[in-house]
């Protein structure tokens, strides 16, 4: 079992930046796949970014490349969510995810696949 939470979230205008962290409770943060989704008000959630367990491989949605950059400390128990240039459609409630799973290596883009999630933090991007 792991508990996540969210924070960094906020207000900010078109261009601006924020850093999200989701820090993980427990001892076993290093063995899973994490992954960010977010989900705009009235629609469904999307997939972010997603990181591997050594942080050696990315994904990202093509929304976001380019201007978002997850990254992890293990020694931490965080991952993070670095956002760049950020636009008003990126406005949504931002979740962090964790996926258990030993046989999946890198970072899945469905949510279906992650296990345990954070509460979420709002990001409003003001145009």
């Known amino acids: 079992q792991v508990q996540l939470v969210e924070s960094g979230g906020g207000l900010v205008q078109a261009g601006g930046s924020l850093r999200l962290s989701c820090a993980a409770s427990?001892?076993?943060?290093?063995?899973?796949?994490m992954g960010w989704f977010r989900q705009a008000l009235g629609k469904e959630r999307e997939f972010v970014a997603s990181?591997?367990?050594?942080?050696?491989?990315?994904y990202y949605a093509d929304s976001v490349k380019g201007r978002f950059t997850i990254s992890r400390d293990n020694a931490k128990n965080t991952v993070y969510l670095q956002m760049n240039s950020l636009k008003p459609e990126d406005t949504a409630v931002y979740y962090c995810?964790?996926?258990?799973?030993?046989?999946?290596?890198?970072?899945?883009?469905?949510?279906?696949?992650?296990?345990?999630w954070g509460q979420g933090t709002q990001v409003t991007v003001s145009a």
């Open positions: 995810a964790a996926d258990a799973r030993l046989s999946r290596v890198v970072g899945s883009r469905l949510s279906r696949d992650y296990d345990y």
């Open positions: 427990g001892r076993s943060f290093s063995s899973y796949t």
């Open positions: 990181i591997a367990r050594n942080a050696g491989i990315t």
